[in-house]
Structures are given as C-alpha cells and as structure tokens.
C-alpha cells in the first residue's frame, strides 16, 4: 500500500532532505488534498510539534475532516492522543515520548495501547546509523530499533520505520533493512526514507510492507 505524506512546518506543507534541508514547500493544500482524497491513508506529521517550535493544529483537525489521516509529530500525551482521534484523526502516532532517560518506555506504551487501543496507534522508530533518532531528528540515541520492535508490539497495531539515511533524496529504501523489519513484527510494517516509484511500492508490498512516499510525490518523479 503506497500512504502519501503530508508534512507541515510554518503552516506549509513541506518535504526536507533528512529532516534538515527544504526541498519542497507549498500553501496549496486544496490541491494536494484533491489528490490523496482516493487513498485509505495519509501519514500527517506537524514537524513544528516535532521539533519543539510551536504547532498546526489547526491545520491538522482540518485536514483530518478531509482526508483519512495517520497523524503524529509531537504527539507526548494520552490526552493529545485522544483529542486527535476525536477530531477526526484515523490513528495516532507516537514516537519520542515512548523513550525516557535514554531507554525504551514500555509502561507508557502499554498505558497508550489500554487507554486508546493499540489497533488506533502507530509507534515511530526512526533510524539513522543503525540507531534511533528523536525530538525532530534532532537527537541521537543508543538504542536499536529491533529492540523498540520487540519491546512495543504488544501495544500497537503499526510500526512506521523511517530510514532518516535515505529520507527525501528518492535513492531507494534498503531492501535488506525491509526484509528484516517485515521478520520482526506480526504488526502491520510501515517504511519511509527515498522510495521513488511505483515499483519501489510494489516490490514492498509484495513482501508485506506498507510504503509512505513524499519527495518522488510532490517533485512529480510519481505520479
């Protein structure tokens, strides 16, 4: 399954080169809704929230009204969770807030699966290095993401796997690292980071994993 992304910053829709260099910025959101209203699910990620530097929320309960969204970027709170999913959110993604003090936070994963329901959360492990980045990308860690795998299963109903190596510059998501990823998990597995065609997304699909796209997306490379 191809799940286009929107990612917003500064109330733009936006695509960065591994989480730093702008590539891409646009204010039409009519059209690029147009565009993914036949998709079952959109990944919406407010990088502002992620980063720590303010919020569109406003943005994003408009777009959930619209569009059949993922939505995740900032997301620390049960209660943040939950307000999502009553605007209109299909599921909720947490990612930094489940480490704390430099480990994997399993109790608050469990609290999130109990109180929300795990089918309703995807859990964000993104990987730069062999190892887990957070706060925006913008913080590096020591843990391995096969271990948040096994740690956090039994608390979700998705992974979403993000290759931050590869993010934005449509060289390809690394075929080894799928492969591993799909063997992990009985959960549905989500990948982003460089997927660049149509054949890309079937060659995943083929070995059951899910595939966001952005860049190769809004740089017309797929159309």
């Known amino acids: 399954m191809l799940i286009p992304s929107i990612d917003l910053m500064d109330a733009k829709i936006v695509q960065l080169v591994q989480g730093e260099r702008k590539a891409v910025e646009s204010t039409d959101f009519d059209y690029w809704i147009d565009r993914f209203a036949s998709f079952p699910l959109v990944q919406l990620i407010d990088l502002d929230a992620a980063m720590g530097k303010g919020s569109n929320r406003e943005l994003i309960a408009a777009?959930?009204?619209r569009l059949p969204c993922q939505v995740g970027g900032g997301v620390r709170s049960i209660?943040?969770?939950?307000e999502l999913l009553s605007g209109g959110a299909r599921?909720?993604?947490f990612g930094s807030s489940l480490l704390k003090d430099g480990g994997i936070d399993a109790a608050f994963a469990e609290e999130c699966g109990r109180e929300l329901g795990a089918q309703l959360l995807t859990f964000a492990i993104d990987s730069r290095a062999g190892k887990v980045a957070i706060k925006g990308w913008r913080e590096d860690t020591n843990i391995?993401?096969?271990a948040m795998i096994r740690e956090l299963q039994g608390s979700c109903g998705a992974f979403l796997y993000t290759h931050i190596d590869s993010e934005g510059t449509m060289a390809g998501f690394p075929t080894d690292i799928a492969r591993r990823l799909r063997s992990a998990t009985q959960r549905q597995m989500i990948v982003a980071g460089g997927i660049r065609s149509k054949e890309e997304v079937a060659a995943l699909d083929a070995i059951g994993v899910d595939a966001v796209v952005g860049m190769a997306i809004y740089t017309g490379k797929m159309r």
Do not use: E, L, N
């Not at 209660?79 to 939950?82: E, Q, V």
């Open 63 to 65: 777009i959930c009204g």
């Open 91 to 93: 599921r909720v993604i």
């Open 144 to 146: 391995d993401p096969y």
């Open 79 to 82: 209660d943040r969770a939950r």
